[in-house]
Every structure is written in structure tokens, then in C-alpha cells.
């Protein structure tokens, strides 16, 4: 790298940006809370995307303090549909951090802000240098590519020591006192210009010293391993319809307080076999019955039985809830870094939960196979209640669920925070059934 081309660089594309920078709700000012809240919501997110999730949520939270004091579940509903919840979980302890330690603001110090809950890297170097425009680098993978391409870097930047020596070279490249504008010139150029698949070579600004370009490599450029592809999951979830005081509502629970999607609610859902491929299922229109863009496989009618059967006995095991499945309604994708949901979704109804303290694998296996049987899971109730082979005491009627499930009709939606998939499929059931 000439220093010439350094140079050229950080002046030509500080330039461009003050010029061409689009009119973002998070450049309003310089408020550090703001900034942190824009950049963890941009984290693998698109600008689009985030703008009225961004305005909401600061028209919600406008500060540290307002965020740190919601409850959990107000926040999470705020952040539906953005997907990467602990971001919204992290993003709300370090504002509780930030109340705690600091008064609620959040501190020009740079080891203050890099110890706060969820700020790695990155985002310390874009609070710090955009609203504080202190010369801290922030790197994440638009300024990985497009300092790649420009110096022509053909080091892997999946690997740790990459991304040290880019930060290195960007600390070196910004100009004195532009701090805050030039590293969101790089986001910007990286975001508007020299994108992933079709660099704009032809109207970059920098395109006379790109070292990238000029070898001819700004198309392969840069150099990344591949990560492993999503594990796929077949999932199998339950559409427990009401009856009784429940007409019209559905069956849903909460995930526990750790791991994936933690807290969030959803339909109750199981680990389920592979699809089979094979004859088609004679659903009246499998087309208009995919929901969510999923690519449809045709799964045979016996694969079909087969999935409601382990569906049905998963819950009875998992959760000492009995339900009937009566019949598929369609199918959704969830796409995580690591994996992938299909998720295939059977209508049910509701038959009853068993006392868990009296309910053995023995009972529950009875109880199973003749709510399997029966047409009504409170038909099947009322006749085990009475039969000798089990004691009243061991069923409990549809009010003894789990405390994690509700019953909830549509207008109960906005109190219930649920990732992506789940949404999308409960939404288009209340379409279905207005
Ligand atoms: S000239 Fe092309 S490859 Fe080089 S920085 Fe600009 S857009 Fe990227």
C-alpha cells in the first residue's frame, strides 16, 4: 500500500459521503444511545428493513433509562419480526448497565462502552467514533470487503488475524477529526457502492488507486471460507383450535428462559422425522396451503400420518398434554445462522393435560391411544374419567394447562412477542378463519 493511495482514499471517500449520504433517522444527531441502538438493530439487517423498526423503538425507548425499565416482553415486541432476539435481551441489559454505572448516559470511554452487555468490537467503534469522533476503527464485513477490494488484500477474512490487521489499517486510514463521518463513509460506500455481488467500480469514487479492481479480482475479493451450511430441522407444530370457551382461539406457549428464541412464544412444536418424498398428498391445493415461501416436497399420506402420530405422542411425553392432530395445514421455513426450521403445521384439537405428579409413561400411553381413537378430545376426557383402568385424579380438564401455554384469540397478538415464523403462520390462520 503507497501512501499516496492511503491518502486518496480517506479524502476522496469522506468527500463522496458528505456529499452523497442518505437522510437516515439514526444520523439525526449524535446521540450515543441512538447510534448504539441503530447498530445493533443494522447487525445482519438491512437499512430498509430497520428504518420503522429503528422509529418505533426509539418512539418507545427514547432513552437508556425508558429501555432499561420496560418489561422484557415489551421490548421483545418491539423487536419482532427483526429476528436475532438476544440482540434486543443484550441491547436492554446494557442500558440497565448503563443506568446502573453511569447515570443513564452512555460514557466517552472506550473501555466504559466495550464492557457494556452485547458491544463487541464493532459497535464500540461506532459509538465511539460517530458519536463521540474518537479515531477507534469499526470493522464488520462491509468494511472487511471493501478494504479487501481497494488494497487488494487476499488474506481469509473469516479468520481472527484478518479481521485485527483490517482494524489496524482502518485505524491508520482515518483522516484527523472525521473520525464519525469517515468510518459511516465506508459503511455507506460498502452498503451503496461496492456491494457483495456487483461493485460499482464504474461509479465508485475511489475507483483510480483500487488495487482491487485494477488486478481485475473486485468480483472475487474477499476471500472468505465458507461457514458450514444451516442443519436443517424438521419441525413438527401443533394448531390447537378451541372449543367451548376457547372457540375461536389457539394454543400457544412460551420457550424457556435460555437458549434459542428464549421467552418468545410460538405454537407448540416437536423434533419430527425427516420428510419422505413421494406420492403427493392429495391435499385439494398444496399450493395455496404453503405458507412462507418454503419450497413444497411432496410427502405421501402415510409420511403425513406418520408426523401427526409423533407429533401427538412428543407433547404427550414433552409436555403431559394430550391433543388429536386432525390434519395438515401448511408449512413454514425459520432460517437461523446454524439451522434450519421446516416447519410442518397440523391442525388439533385440544384433548387435556394429565397431572403431572400422577402421570406415568403408562398413563399417558393410554390416555394417547384413546384420544387417538376418539373423535373429540373432551369426549375422550369425560370416558377415561370414568373408566377404571384411571383415576379422575390423573387427568386434569383443558384449565390445568402448563403454566407456559395460553389460550389466545387474535386480538390477544400485540401481547405476545413471537419470532418471524410463527407470526407470519398465525397470521394467515386469523385470515383464514375471518
Ligand atoms: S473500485 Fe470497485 S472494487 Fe474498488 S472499492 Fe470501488 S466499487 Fe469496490
Same mark, same amino acid.
Given at each position: 500500500?503507497?501512501?499516496?493511495?492511503?491518502?486518496?482514499? /480517506?479524502?476522496?471517500?469522506?468527500?463522496?459521503?458528505?456529499?452523497?449520504?442518505?437522510?437516515?433517522?439514526?444520523?439525526?444527531?449524535?446521540?450515543?444511545?441512538?447510534?448504539?441502538?441503530?447498530?445493533?438493530?443494522?447487525?445482519?439487517?438491512?437499512?430498509?428493513?430497520?428504518?420503522?423498526?429503528?422509529?418505533?423503538?426509539?418512539?418507545?425507548?427514547?432513552?437508556?433509562?425508558?429501555?432499561?425499565?420496560?418489561?422484557?416482553?415489551?421490548?421483545?415486541?418491539?423487536?419482532?419480526?427483526?429476528?436475532?432476539? /438476544?440482540?434486543?435481551?443484550?441491547?436492554?441489559?446494557?442500558?440497565?448497565?448503563?443506568?446502573?454505572?453511569?447515570?443513564?448516559?452512555?460514557?466517552?470511554?472506550?473501555?466504559?462502552?466495550?464492557?457494556?452487555?452485547?458491544?463487541?468490537?464493532?459497535?464500540?467503534?461506532?459509538?465511539? %467514533?460517530?458519536?463521540?469522533?474518537?479515531?477507534?476503527?469499526?470493522?464488520?464485513?462491509?468494511?472487511?470487503?471493501?478494504?479487501?477490494?481497494?488494497?487488494?488484500?487476499?488474506?481469509?477474512?473469516?479468520?481472527? %488475524?484478518?479481521?485485527?490487521?483490517?482494524?489496524?489499517?482502518?485505524?491508520?486510514?482515518?483522516?484527523?477529526?472525521?473520525?464519525?463521518?469517515?468510518?459511516?463513509?465506508?459503511?455507506?460506500?460498502?452498503?451503496?457502492?461496492?456491494?457483495?455481488?456487483?461493485?460499482?467500480?464504474?461509479?465508485?469514487?475511489?475507483?483510480?488507486?483500487?488495487?482491487?479492481?485494477?488486478?481485475?479480482?473486485? !468480483?472475487?475479493?474477499?476471500?472468505?471460507?465458507?461457514?458450514?451450511?444451516?442443519?436443517?430441522?424438521?419441525?413438527?407444530?401443533?394448531?390447537?383450535?378451541?372449543?367451548?370457551?376457547?372457540?375461536?382461539?389457539?394454543?400457544?406457549?412460551?420457550?424457556?428462559?435460555?437458549?434459542?428464541?428464549?421467552?418468545?412464544?410460538?405454537?407448540?412444536?416437536?423434533?419430527?422425522?425427516?420428510?419422505?418424498?413421494?406420492?403427493?398428498?392429495?391435499?385439494?391445493?398444496?399450493?395455496?396451503?404453503?405458507? %412462507?415461501?418454503?419450497? %413444497?416436497?411432496?410427502?405421501?399420506?402415510?409420511?403425513?400420518?406418520?408426523?401427526?402420530?409423533?407429533?401427538?405422542?412428543?407433547?404427550?411425553?414433552?409436555?403431559?398434554?394430550?391433543?388429536?392432530?386432525?390434519?395438515?395445514?401448511?408449512?413454514?421455513? !425459520?432460517?437461523?445462522?446454524?439451522?434450519?426450521?421446516?416447519?410442518?403445521?397440523?391442525?388439533?384439537?385440544?384433548?387435556?393435560?394429565?397431572?403431572?405428579?400422577?402421570?406415568?409413561?403408562?398413563?399417558?400411553?393410554?390416555?394417547?391411544?384413546?384420544?387417538?381413537?376418539?373423535?373429540?378430545?373432551?369426549?375422550?376426557?369425560?370416558?377415561?374419567?370414568?373408566?377404571?383402568?384411571?383415576? /379422575?385424579?390423573?387427568?386434569?380438564?383443558?384449565?390445568?394447562?402448563?403454566?407456559?401455554?395460553?389460550?389466545?384469540?387474535?386480538? !390477544?397478538?400485540?401481547?405476545?412477542?413471537?419470532?418471524?415464523?410463527?407470526?407470519?403462520?398465525?397470521?394467515?390462520?386469523?385470515?383464514?378463519?375471518?
Amino acid at each position: 500500500m503507497t501512501t499516496e493511495a492511503a491518502e486518496y482514499f /480517506s479524502r476522496e471517500l469522506l468527500g463522496w459521503y458528505r456529499e452523497n449520504k442518505r437522510i437516515l433517522p439514526w444520523r439525526m444527531n449524535r446521540d450515543p444511545y441512538r447510534i448504539w441502538v441503530s447498530e445493533v438493530m443494522l447487525q445482519q439487517t438491512r437499512v430498509d428493513t430497520v428504518i420503522p423498526y429503528y422509529e418505533r423503538f426509539m418512539d418507545k425507548f427514547p432513552t437508556a433509562a425508558a429501555l432499561a425499565e420496560a418489561p422484557e416482553e415489551e421490548v421483545l415486541k418491539c423487536w419482532e419480526g427483526l429476528g436475532y432476539y /438476544s440482540r434486543a435481551r443484550n441491547l436492554q441489559a446494557g442500558a440497565q448497565e448503563v443506568v446502573g454505572r453511569h447515570d443513564g448516559v452512555v460514557p466517552d470511554d472506550k473501555e466504559a462502552v466495550s464492557a457494556l452487555r452485547g458491544v463487541g468490537p464493532y459497535t464500540t467503534g461506532a459509538i465511539m %467514533s460517530i458519536a463521540f469522533n474518537r479515531p477507534e476503527p469499526a470493522v464488520d464485513g462491509n468494511v472487511m470487503r471493501v478494504l479487501s477490494r481497494y488494497f487488494c488484500l487476499e488474506d481469509d477474512i473469516a479468520k481472527p %488475524s484478518t479481521r485485527v490487521s483490517i482494524e489496524k489499517l482502518a485505524a491508520s486510514l482515518i483522516p484527523e477529526g472525521a473520525a464519525g463521518d469517515f468510518n459511516q463513509a465506508l459503511m455507506e460506500l460498502g452498503a451503496l457502492v461496492c456491494t457483495p455481488k456487483s461493485p460499482g467500480c464504474l461509479t465508485c469514487p475511489v475507483m483510480a488507486h483500487c488495487e482491487g479492481r485494477m488486478a481485475g479480482k473486485e !468480483h472475487i475479493l474477499p476471500i472468505k471460507t465458507k461457514a458450514k451450511p444451516p442443519r436443517p430441522e424438521v419441525r413438527l407444530a401443533a394448531l390447537v383450535v378451541g372449543t367451548g370457551e376457547h372457540a375461536g382461539q389457539i394454543l400457544i406457549r412460551q420457550r424457556p428462559d435460555s437458549g434459542l428464541l428464549a421467552r418468545m412464544w410460538e405454537l407448540p412444536h416437536v423434533t419430527g422425522p425427516a420428510a419422505e418424498a413421494g406420492e403427493s398428498t392429495g391435499d385439494a391445493n398444496p399450493k395455496k396451503r404453503r405458507r %412462507s415461501g418454503v419450497k %413444497s416436497v411432496p410427502v405421501s399420506q402415510l409420511a403425513r400420518e406418520g408426523q401427526m402420530d409423533v407429533l401427538c405422542r412428543a407433547l404427550a411425553k414433552e409436555e403431559k398434554m394430550l391433543i388429536r392432530p386432525t390434519g395438515w395445514w401448511g408449512e413454514a421455513e !425459520h432460517v437461523f445462522s446454524h439451522l434450519i426450521w421446516d416447519v410442518q403445521v397440523y391442525t388439533a384439537e385440544f384433548g387435556f393435560v394429565l397431572d403431572e405428579a400422577a402421570a406415568t409413561e403408562e398413563t399417558a400411553a393410554v390416555a394417547l391411544d384413546r384420544a387417538a381413537e376418539a373423535q373429540a378430545g373432551y369426549a375422550v376426557l369425560h370416558d377415561i374419567q370414568n373408566e377404571s383402568t384411571m383415576a /379422575s385424579s390423573q387427568v386434569k380438564p383443558g384449565e390445568g394447562l402448563p403454566p407456559h401455554y395460553r389460550w389466545i384469540g387474535p386480538e !390477544h397478538m400485540m401481547n405476545y412477542a413471537f419470532p418471524n415464523v410463527f407470526l407470519r403462520l398465525l397470521r394467515e390462520y386469523w385470515e383464514t378463519v375471518d
